[in-house]
Nanobody
Framework: QVQLVESGGDSVQAGGSLRVSCAVSGDTLSRYCMGWFRQAPGKEREGVAVIGSDGTTRYADSVQGRFTISADAGNNLFLQMNSLKPEDTATYYC???????????????????WGQGTQVAVSS
């Protein structure tokens, strides 16, 4: 079991920056893949960025070059968001999964552990 608690969501203006965090606890094996996903009203949940246990990262084309995913020594996951756009407005979720998720990108349905989400609103 893994527990995930997001924080840091806020309302910002376009062009601004924000960092959201995810406090992680529980089984370390089940943190093989960790990622950030987002869901805007009326849309499906989509992958934003993932990081594997080896540090390999992958980003959605829409955030490449603007967002950075990172993890510290095992207890926190971060998403640094720069140059925010109104289309980045969504609820952001962190998720974790074990080796069965591989590859970490594009396997949203394979992630068994999810946080409750934190809201990010970007105004123009």
């Amino acid at each position: 079991q893994v527990q995930l608690v997001e924080s840091g969501g806020d309302s910002v203006q376009a062009g601004g920056s924000l960092r959201v965090s995810c406090a992680v606890s529980g089984d370390t094996l089940s943190r093989y893949c960790m990622g950030w996903f987002r869901q805007a009203p009326g849309k499906e949940r989509e992958g934003v960025a993932v990081i594997g246990s080896d540090g390999t990262t992958r980003y959605a084309d829409s955030v490449q070059g603007r967002f950075t995913i990172s993890a510290d020594a095992g207890n926190n996951l971060f998403l640094q968001m720069n140059s925010l756009k109104p289309e980045d407005t969504a609820t952001y979720y962190c998720a974790a999964g074990g080796p069965w998720v591989r590859p970490c990108w594009g396997r949203r349905d394979k992630y068994p552990y999810w946080g409750q989400g934190t809201q990010v609103a970007v105004s123009s």
